[in-house]
């Protein structure tokens, strides 16, 4: 009974080996979720919160490791000499240059000290800083006072993060203006009032400090909180100095009593994982927190490898399953599809070879002998009836052949024949014929006398087609209507006429329905070409005078769409060739090379499908040939204004050197050399001889001991009162100040 069931119908023997392996698989899956998931996810949280605490645990001992040094430091520091000498007394700004060297040794020694104050309680001394010693008014990181003033607060051997102004700002290029240190204060002895009278803050670098912090992974965000909740490192989450304490995470950091720990919760919208240890330091505290989808994400992707491994068995399954069931009757059903599917395919394939030989031939052939094929073909037209040929053209054919290949476009060519023989079917006979490229002819039968060409009807149905085509294919089109003709043997005439018709579209632009009945609208007096506006064009080019030429070309163009496609296309092939002769004379003029090949141009234009972007493509041109022109002048000037540096440096000793002398060299009038200059250098060409021979004079008033005045003339002043003023405005020191200040520097 059980096997006549299942041969009675193929599909119960395919339900009957399914069910029982659905039903086991999809028990094995729960099982291996429920437990072995749950197994290894808690395996994985054990990995990460080791390997977290053990990152945290170093990132400590380098914290601690850092403190001590600072610590160390400050106490060297205290007992030295020199420094006690900043501390306790008043030295003389003679002294200033050894005091100076002794703080810079020890910032220079300790590669993690960002800078040194010394406080003395009315000066404060600071490296690197440009003066090195300041009162509390003048010194710029007025933040230090408050901290002095506030012992209670400020215990000695305390660190402080705060945000100080950056001492290299103004001697180093690019430093920002304000940088984040931790302060570590060292205090000798108070003042009744609570403030400090004497104190060494040892400024430690943020960026060091924070490259001493390990990170778990790219993932993970690892910093570091004072006992109060405040942030003291960089956290992508929160700025400097934020205040965390009320974080439900903080939270329970803060109130646990374990020195390290782990936790999972919800942080920053974001289900993570936190780890904790404490510092041996100030009760700092160091956090790690990592997203927990990146802990487990290597126990997801095992579980989606898991189940893609049981779906993909169970298909195989069904698959396998399904042959069996079908294996008897399935090949015979494929060999008959197969054989229709073919069949079919053979038999469009060569009607629409018919179509095509009737559509390309110019030969005679009877009506009989089309009935014929028509019968053969089951061509549903009358080859007695009349005729009317509407070709549709894809636009903006070279970009649908850039997206699409051979096989897609001809998918999307037959989407279209079928859009129109839709929309035609049981109002006109019609045959659609697949011509090549971006052609596609719709030939339509009708009765002597019912001539469908101007029937709104007509229209009204071909732009319905046109709408369909673009809303279902996102494909536009431009249809062309021919006349009329009364039997197939002109078919290629009409065709070829429509053909020439369609390049209308160049004016119409596209979506355009194109008739016959459309030229007559267009200019009928004879062209005349305008000369005038051409050489006005051209002129314009060669004075570099690109709007006038733009002006001029538009003029021309638009005047010439007037005319037919034939007088509009010769107009642009002669436009061309006005713009290669401009090009040839620029050339010339400028004695460079413009990037200009008229065949491809003219190839490019001919591909061009509507008027607007023709005249977009000629408006291009020109401003990349206004471009082009500018940067091959600006680096004539560059390699003109290199000659006259060169000129400068080598004759600047010459007192008769100028301008003048100069634009004389160099074959241009002074007033233009002096301009140009001007412009690329951003100062005179005056200021510059005097800058190059203030430059030389000061190099050897350091270096040599020669006379002021013979070191004056040698470089090619002859006024001592202009070279002592120009020197002291340019070094703010007298040239025999300037000398004595180098021979000092020298000795010590």
């Known amino acids: 009974m059980i096997k006549k069931f299942i041969t009675k119908n193929p599909f119960q023997l395919f339900l009957t080996i399914l069910l029982p392996f659905l039903l086991s698989t999809l028990l094995v899956i729960f099982v291996q979720s429920s437990f072995q998931g749950r197994i290894f996810e808690n395996f994985a949280l054990e990995m990460v919160f080791n390997q977290q605490k053990t990152d945290l645990e170093t990132t400590s ?38 005091y100076k060297r002794k703080m810079e040794f020890y910032k220079n020694i300790y590669p993690f000290l960002q800078s040194i104050y010394i406080y003395n309680g009315h000066n404060i001394q600071a490296v690197p800083s440009m003066s090195f010693v300041y009162d509390r008014s003048s010194f710029d990181d007025k933040g230090i006072f408050p901290i002095l003033d506030d012992i209670q607060n400020n215990r000695t051997h305390s660190i402080v993060l705060r945000e100080i102004p950056n001492p290299l700002s103004g001697l180093t290029s690019n430093a920002e203006q304000f940088i984040y240190v931790y302060s570590y204060l060292f205090f000798d002895s108070q003042l009744q009032s609570g403030k400090v009278s004497e104190a060494i803050i040892l400024n430690i ?40 304490k ?43 927190i990592t997203p927990y989808s990146h802990v487990v994400q290597d126990i997801e992707k095992m579980k989606k490898k898991t189940y893609l491994l049981v779906i993909c068995f169970i298909i195989g399954s069904i698959l396998l399953s399904l042959y069996f069931s079908r294996k008897l009757y399935l090949p015979i059903k494929l060999v008959i599809q197969n054989y229709n599917i073919f069949e079919k395919n053979d038999f469009d394939y060569k009607k629409q070879e018919f179509l095509r030989k009737m559509v390309y031939s110019d030969d005679s052939i009877s009506i009989s002998s089309f009935q014929t094929q028509f019968m053969k073909y089951k061509i549903g037209l009358k080859p007695s009836d009349s005729f009317l040929a509407v070709l549709i053209k894809i636009d903006d054919y070279s970009e649908f052949c850039n997206k699409f290949n051979l096989s897609d476009r001809s998918l999307l060519k037959y989407g279209v024949i079928n859009i129109a023989s839709e929309l035609l079917s049981g109002v006109y006979d019609h045959e659609c014929i697949n011509l090549e490229e971006d052609q596609i002819l719709i030939l339509i039968s009708y009765s002597t006398g019912d001539s469908p060409s101007k029937d709104e009807k007509l229209i009204t149905r071909f732009k319905e087609i046109q709408d369909h085509i673009n809303n279902y294919l996102k494909i536009s089109t431009s249809i062309t209507f021919s006349d009329p003709f009364e039997t197939l043997s002109g078919l290629n005439t009409h065709y070829l006429k429509t053909l020439d018709l369609s390049y ?15 030229l007559n609208t267009l200019a009928n007096d004879s062209f005349k070409y305008p000369q005038n506006q051409d050489k006005a064009m051209t002129d314009a080019l060669i004075q570099g005078q690109i709007d006038d030429a733009k002006n001029a070309l ?41 990037n200009f ?29 206004s471009v082009e022109l500018e940067s091959k002048k600006d680096h004539k000037h560059i390699k003109l204004l290199e000659d006259v540096t060169l000129i400068i440096q080598k004759e600047f000793a010459n007192p008769a050197l100028s301008l003048v002398t100069i634009s004389e060299q160099v074959n241009l009038s002074p007033p233009y050399l002096g301009k140009l200059f001007k412009k690329h250098r951003h100062l005179s060409i005056t200021d510059y001889i005097n800058d190059v021979r203030i430059s030389s004079a000061r190099d050897l008033i350091a270096t040599s001991d020669e006379a002021i005045h013979v070191i004056m003339e040698s470089c090619g002043f002859l006024s001592r009162s202009h070279f002592y003023t120009l020197f002291k405005k340019v070094y703010g020191v007298t040239p025999i100040q300037y000398r004595s200040n180098s021979k000092n520097l020298k000795e010590n």
């Open 597 to 625: 090949n008229l065949n491809i141009y003219l190839a490019k234009v001919q591909k061009i499908e509507t008027l607007d972007k023709i005249h977009s493509e000629f408006l291009d041109f020109f401003e990349k040939l």
């Open 504 to 518: 209308s579209r160049l004016v119409y632009g596209h979506k355009s329905l194109i008739f016959n009945e459309s």
């Open 205 to 244: 670098s943020e960026e060091f400090l924070q490259q001493s912090i390990s990170s778990s992974g790219h993932n993970s965000r690892t910093f570091m909180i004072d006992s109060e909740g405040t942030l003291l490192s960089r956290d992508s989450m929160n700025p400097l100095l934020s205040d965390l």
């Open 61 to 98: 001992r380098n914290v601690n490791l850092i403190e001590k040094t600072a610590n160390s430091a400050a106490t060297t520091a205290f007992f030295d000499d020199s420094i006690k000498d900043l501390l306790y007394s008043d030295v003389t700004s003679e002294d200033y240059v050894k």
């Open 246 to 288: 009320d974080k439900n995470y903080i939270k329970l950091i803060n109130d646990s009593t374990e020195r390290s720990g782990n936790f999972r919760m919800n942080v920053d919208g974001v289900e993570s994982l936190v780890t904790y240890t404490a510092t041996d330091i100030l009760d700092w505290k160091l956090i790690s």
């Open 554 to 594: 538009s003029s021309i163009i638009q005047y010439a769409s007037k005319y037919s496609f034939t007088i509009l296309n010769s107009v642009l092939i002669r436009l061309l060739l006005s713009i290669r002769q401009a090009i040839e004379v620029i050339e010339i003029n400028h004695s460079i090379n413009v």
